[in-house]
């Protein structure tokens, strides 16, 4: 589907009363589960990858192609009609262990890739808007991937690091969780040093560095677990707007992951959206809550920011939920709390799920557009996830240049981990190669073979490796 038909169903639904209909007849059928397009449910936060990973190898463990433990499954998702969850790759940081931050969002992504090959039939790593839409209507899980959490990223890594997680699919990219790093000052306002040093200053050079880069790239800048001024820098900053892909507001619950009304009012103004949180704690004095508390503090949003900037983000398996909702499997009774608050059906569809879309469209619409190298093409040796013996291992990608393509050698990179590195170029094998010098000393890495013609045009590949 291309970025006019979406902006054309997406206008349909949202202005004329009787836009189900007609929905169903732009698309040419039913979508997931029977439903429309209409009823596609957009949840912006789980972590449920964090709980699939083992403990100690940080190997995917758990399969939730399967009925689980976990409050997301597929299963699960597939009763409640959840067909659009972000699935976060959660770090809180290893305060001085860059590299083992890298390695620990990696092996998220990785098992999200995992979990994608084993359950190929039922859900879809996806990140366009248009792609989400229209893998959600032909009746798969649209995996969408995203980071909690940038502790990987320093002033050497950074901005490579970025395009790195931006090949595999990531779309939104909170800088911190609770605890300051190198982009900025986070919730709690300390860092995860052993005295717990308190930080300030909001928004680092680093960080608005790459703010930039991922508006450039058409990643949506996530805003939870920022501190207040790292969020004001943040959109004084951004040139696209930005997301808060699970937070509460303030005004009914005085906790720092919550947003004030004028921060409310500045996401609004900025084009961006709110992901109501479910965490308890986020939602009432008390620590318990209902789906009540959960639409009160929708109520409170749409009130000051108006409906067509407000989501929901529920932190499924990342935090304890309210008392009368299990799991994904009753996200249905979000909708039903809203429609009995007097929310019309063309609204709940909003909150629900295309509030979300619409800004994560607006956001990668006004990226820059990128020309690929059509007369290069990289195949490399390394399949996503595998596991490799050695700690040095040389990684290699075949090269291919159709004829009429001058390929720029002076070009030629392999990136691991956000650090480019120089090529060796084999004319007789086609490939390009690249042997570390010093041992890989985490489990997960990321590699990016990079070529380009004469005409600047980029080709890349991006694979994720583990070695023993």
Same mark, same amino acid.
């Given at each position: 589907?291309?970025?006019? @038909?979406?902006?054309?169903?997406?206008?349909?639904?949202?202005?004329?009363?009787?836009?189900?209909?007609?929905?169903?007849?732009?698309?040419?059928?039913?979508?997931?589960?029977?439903?429309?397009?209409?009823?596609?449910?957009?949840?912006?936060?789980?972590?449920?990858?964090?709980?699939?990973?083992?403990?100690?190898?940080?190997?995917?463990?758990?399969?939730?192609?399967?009925?689980?433990?976990?409050?997301?499954?597929?299963? &699960?998702?597939?009763?409640?009609?959840?067909?659009?969850?972000?699935?976060?790759?959660?770090?809180?940081?290893?305060?001085?262990?860059?590299?083992?931050? *890298?390695?620990?969002?990696?092996?998220?992504?990785?098992?999200?890739?995992?979990?994608?090959?084993?359950?190929?039939?039922?859900?879809?790593?996806?990140?366009?808007?248009?792609?989400?839409?229209?893998?959600a209507n032909r009746g798969k899980i649209a995996a969408v991937p995203t980071i909690e959490g940038a502790y990987s990223l320093n002033e050497e890594n950074a901005l490579e690091l970025t395009r790195q997680y931006n090949d595999l699919g990531i779309t939104t990219m909170g800088f911190t969780w609770?605890?300051?790093?190198?982009?900025?000052?986070?919730?709690?306002?300390?860092?995860?040093?052993?005295? &717990?040093?308190?930080?300030?200053?909001?928004?680092?050079?680093?960080?608005?560095?790459?703010?930039?880069?991922?508006?450039?790239?058409?990643?949506?800048?996530?805003?939870?677990?920022?501190?207040?001024?790292?969020?004001?820098?943040?959109?004084?900053?951004?040139?696209a707007p930005v997301i808060a892909t699970h937070s509460g507001v303030k005004a009914l619950k005085d906790h720092q992951r919550n947003l004030t009304d004028e921060q409310l009012v500045a996401l609004k103004e900025n084009g961006g959206v709110i992901g109501i949180v479910f965490y308890p704690e986020?939602?009432?004095?008390?620590?318990?809550?209902?789906?009540?508390?959960?639409?009160?503090?929708?109520?409170?949003?749409?009130?000051?920011?108006?409906?067509?900037?407000?989501?929901?983000?529920?932190?499924?398996?990342?935090?304890?939920?309210?008392?009368?909702?299990?799991?994904?499997?009753?996200?249905? &009774?979000?909708?039903?709390?809203?429609?009995?608050?007097?929310?019309?059906?063309?609204?709940?569809?909003?909150?629900?799920? @295309?509030?979300?879309?619409?800004?994560?469209?607006? *956001?990668?619409?006004?990226?820059?557009?990128?020309?690929?190298?059509?007369?290069?093409?990289?195949?490399?040796?390394?399949?996503?996830?595998?596991? @490799?013996?050695?700690?040095?291992?040389?990684?290699?990608?075949?090269?291919?240049?159709?004829?009429?393509?001058?390929?720029?050698?002076?070009?030629?990179?392999?990136?691991?981990?956000?650090?480019?590195?120089?090529?060796?170029?084999?004319?007789?094998?086609?490939? *390009?190669?690249?042997?570390?010098?010093?041992?890989?000393?985490?489990?997960?890495?990321?590699?990016?073979?990079?070529?380009?013609? &004469?005409?600047?045009?980029?080709?890349?590949?991006?694979? *994720?490796?583990?070695?023993?």
């Open positions: 589907m291309n970025m006019k @038909l979406f902006y054309i169903i997406l206008s349909i639904f949202l202005v004329l009363p009787n836009s189900r209909a007609l929905l169903s007849e732009v698309k040419g059928g039913k979508g997931m589960m029977g439903s429309n397009t209409a009823d596609i449910i957009v949840d912006g936060h789980q972590d449920t990858m964090y709980q699939s990973i083992d403990s100690e190898t940080w190997l995917p463990t758990t399969d939730i192609g399967q009925e689980t433990n976990f409050e997301v499954d597929i299963p &699960k998702l597939q009763k409640g009609g959840l067909n659009v969850p972000f699935f976060a790759a959660y770090t809180p940081g290893f305060y001085g262990n860059d590299a083992r931050s *890298i390695s620990h969002t990696l092996a998220q992504i990785s098992a999200l890739y995992w979990t994608e090959e084993n359950n190929s039939e039922q859900l879809q790593i996806v990140s366009r808007a248009p792609d989400i839409l229209a893998t609770n605890y300051s790093n190198a982009l900025g000052e986070g919730a709690d306002q300390i860092f995860d040093d052993q005295a &717990k040093t308190a930080s300030s200053g909001g928004l680092t050079e680093l960080g608005a560095k790459v703010v930039k880069e991922m508006n450039k790239l058409g990643m949506a800048v996530d805003v939870s677990h920022m501190a207040e001024s790292t969020f004001w820098d943040v959109v004084e900053t951004t040139e986020f939602l009432t004095n008390s620590g318990e809550a209902t789906i009540s508390d959960i639409v009160d503090h929708i109520d409170h949003a749409v009130n000051i920011m108006g409906v067509n900037h407000v989501a929901i983000g529920s932190d499924f398996d990342g935090a304890e939920l309210p008392s009368d909702l299990n799991d994904s499997s009753e996200i249905g &009774k979000i909708k039903e709390a809203l429609t009995e608050r007097g929310y019309s059906e063309e609204e709940v569809s909003k909150i629900m799920g @295309l509030n979300t879309l619409r800004v994560l469209n607006e *956001i990668q619409g006004a990226a820059d557009q990128i020309n690929r190298a059509q007369g290069l093409s990289i195949i490399p040796e390394v399949e996503m996830g595998e596991n @490799l013996i050695e700690r040095t291992p040389t990684l290699t990608a075949e090269l291919k240049v159709e004829e009429g393509t001058e390929l720029d050698m002076e070009s030629l990179e392999v990136i691991v981990d956000g650090i480019p590195n120089p090529a060796t170029y084999d004319k007789e094998t086609a490939t *390009i190669s690249f042997t570390p010098i010093e041992s890989l000393k985490e489990k997960f890495h990321v590699v990016t073979f990079l070529a380009a013609d &004469k005409e600047g045009n980029e080709q890349r590949e991006t694979r *994720i490796f583990r070695v023993e």
